[in-house]
Every structure is written in C-alpha cells, then in structure tokens.
C-alpha cells in the first residue's frame, strides 16, 4: 500500500468515531426538522421520528466520547486535583487512569450482557423494528474507542496533535481558586 493510500486509512481509522457521530448528528437533524415540517406545515406527523431520534441520540453521545477523550473534552471536576501539591499529581494521573479504564471496561461488560439479552430474546422497537442489540451495540465501540484514545493520549503519549488540543484547553485551576498562576 502506498503511503498516501496508509495515511488516508489511518487517518480514517483515527476519525472514524468523529465520522460516525458526525453523520449521525446530521441525520438527527435532518430527521427533526422534517418532523417539524410534517407536524406543522402538512398537519400529519410522522409516527417514526421520535424513535429515530432517540436511536440517533444515542449513537450521537457514545460515538463522540472516544474523540471527547482524545481532544481533553470530557467534563472534569478538577478541584482536588488543583488543590494539591503538584507532586501528587502523577498519583492521581495514574488513579484517574485506573478508575477511568475500570469504569469503562465494567460499561463494556454490562453492554455485552444487555447485547446478549436482546439477541437471545430478538427485542425491536416498536414503529421501525430496528433490533436493539443494533442500536446499543455502540456503546461496546464507544467503550473500546474511549479505551484507545485515553491509553493513547494519556498514558503513551501519542497523537501529538491531540495532546496539543488538550494543552490548549487545560484549564489551569486559577479560574476556581481564586489565585491568578500567570
């Protein structure tokens, strides 16, 4: 393979949770907004809309939390970790490592138990029959995304440019403590 062709690909694989939520979002839209025409301007509205939001919203959160890990974007409660000694924050970065892998491999099981549930028992929505283990098994790639790219970026160190994102939006915990650092 050429290397334009593997910097495309990788480039693509990198993305490809961005790709997913962006495309989703979009169709969300798209959907909303005839469902406010139908409603409104024709007087019938579509019975399926909501549905299709809901399934949307969904893969809309899930697919854009790996990229939300990679560019520093999570929401933090940060007011321990500026009120203690810098010294102590290599213990914490790696506490919040331990319990942020923890906690998204424990999502990852329990999604695999509810993806197993819903093909043993064939459950679909009621307007589409879209099947849930369809419109649920993103939470399984969102947690597996977010392990990725909280390993990349936070403990290895790479994608360079993500790490430069997340050094651009680091808060510096003046703002919350009152003490201006700068």
């Not at 693509?12 to 005839?34: E, G, M, Q």
């Not at 809309?49 to 929401?75: D, K, P």
């Not at 093909?119 to 369809?134: D, E, H, N």
């Not at 597996?144 to 994102?165: A, R």
Request: charged share 15%; with cysteine.
């Amino acid at each position: 393979m050429s290397d334009k062709k593997q910097a495309n690909a990788k480039s693509i694989l990198r993305y490809v949770d961005i790709y997913i939520s962006s495309a989703a979002l979009i169709v969300l839209i798209a959907i909303t907004f005839l469902g406010v025409i139908a409603r409104y301007c024709i007087g019938s509205p579509f019975g399926w809309t909501e549905e299709m939001q809901a399934f949307l919203i969904v893969w809309v959160v899930f697919s854009a939390a790996g990229a939300a890990f990679r560019t520093g974007n999570h929401s933090a409660i940060d007011i321990v970790y500026v009120s203690v000694p810098k010294k102590a924050h290599k213990v914490l970065d790696v506490l919040i490592a331990v319990i942020s892998i923890l906690v998204l491999c424990y999502l990852a099981y329990t999604t695999v138990i509810y993806l197993n549930l819903f093909m043993a028992t064939g459950r679909k929505t009621s307007v589409l029959q879209i099947p849930y283990i369809f419109i649920y098994s993103i939470v399984l790639l969102s947690c597996v995304l977010q392990i990725i790219n909280f390993v990349m970026v936070n403990i290895l160190g790479k994608w360079d440019e993500s790490v430069d994102l997340i050094e651009e939006n680091k808060l510096t915990g003046s703002e919350f403590s009152g003490t201006d650092d700068k």
